[in-house]
């Protein structure tokens, strides 16, 4: 069971090690963009091609559908980044349900587990198999793989490189369980990486940048948006006419000063630093709401900023 791109490699790895997939239950196809056009999910897509049994339900305590997964007789069901399951479903086969999880359990319950490890300017983060239950991410750990997170890396270059570390993971969670070689670790009361914290859902308004803080927090919050929800802010000028922009790379630098946070410096060629606290964010990739994304040299060519832009 699962929707994005980041459960494509753990069904892959499924089927390369041979294991019977008797069934596959993904998102329903949904409209999406200006021309709402019919969006497939990235798993339905490679179901397909690999011509697997392929379930979308709407609702998951559908009768129809609860029956349907009944009647595949499946011994194990595998979660990785769907929704949350209801009893009927999870309780459903002999060797449970366990999900694959973008964090080190109990850290980064939620939604958005490798956004937050990166805004919280987090060193570590990892991935986590466990038996799934009646609450949110809370359920007994069979697995966990620790994993650096890199000085500059952004939330989509970790999320690639968890995408198939957790799937090995994921492999060796199940050849575990087809053993009955393997013991779990209750959450409850675990606190082997300092205070607990959430991994909410992350909505636009949250993702727009506080140019008051220090540098370094407002690096961290850049990268933990990039590439997407994507962080943003207002470019305004002394007429307060506001544009939105979003930023997809940039780089940090400490420097002692007295500028208005929020206030730019730039050549008109090549380079955009905005002053914030202790340093500037200097931006190597951005996008002007209802434009193309632009790396900084060509969204001068079209876009002339001056010293009564700043960013707000």
Not at 106 to 129: E, K, L, M
Not at 200 to 212: A, E, Q, R, Y
Not at 248 to 259: D, E, G, P
Not at 273 to 293: F, P
């Amino acid at each position: 069971m699962g929707t994005p791109d980041f459960a494509v490699p753990s069904l892959n790895a499924i089927l390369d090690q041979g294991f019977n997939v008797v069934g596959v239950v993904t998102a329903p196809d949904k409209p999406k963009g200006r021309g709402q056009r019919m969006s497939v999910s990235a798993v339905k897509k490679y179901s397909i091609s690999k011509e697997l049994n392929l379930l979308q339900p709407e609702k998951l305590k559908d009768p129809g559908f609860v029956n349907t997964l009944k009647e595949l007789n499946a011994n194990l069901f595998i979660v990785v980044a769907f929704r949350m399951l209801p009893e009927v479903i999870w309780s459903m086969p002999a060797y449970g349900t366990f999900n694959l999880h973008a964090s080190l359990l109990p850290q980064y319950r939620g939604a958005a587990p490798i956004n937050h490890s990166i805004i919280n300017g987090d060193t570590f983060t990892g991935v986590t198999t466990f038996f799934i239950n009646d609450k949110i991410d809370t359920g007994n750990i069979i697995f966990q793989e620790r994993v650096p997170i890199f000085k500059d890396e952004t939330a989509g270059e970790l999320h690639d490189r968890l995408m198939y570390i957790g799937s090995q993971l994921l492999i060796r969670t199940v050849k575990a369980i087809e053993t009955d070689s393997y013991t779990t670790v209750s959450q409850e009361g675990l606190t082997l990486f300092g205070d607990i914290r959430s991994a909410n859902k992350i909505f636009k308004n949250d993702c727009k940048i506080n140019w008051n803080q220090d540098v370094e927090v407002i690096y961290n919050f850049i990268r933990g948006l990039a590439p997407y929800p994507t962080a943003w802010s207002n470019i305004e000028d002394e007429h307060m006419e506001s544009i939105s922009v979003k930023f997809y790379k940039v780089r940090a630098t400490l420097i002692s000063h007295n500028n208005k946070t929020g206030s730019i410096e730039t050549d008109n060629k090549n380079s955009i630093a905005i002053w914030a606290e202790n340093g500037q964010i200097l931006v190597d990739e951005l996008q002007v709401s209802g434009k193309k994304r632009l790396n900084t040299s060509d969204f001068l060519n079209g876009f002339k900023l001056n010293s009564n832009y700043f960013f707000k």
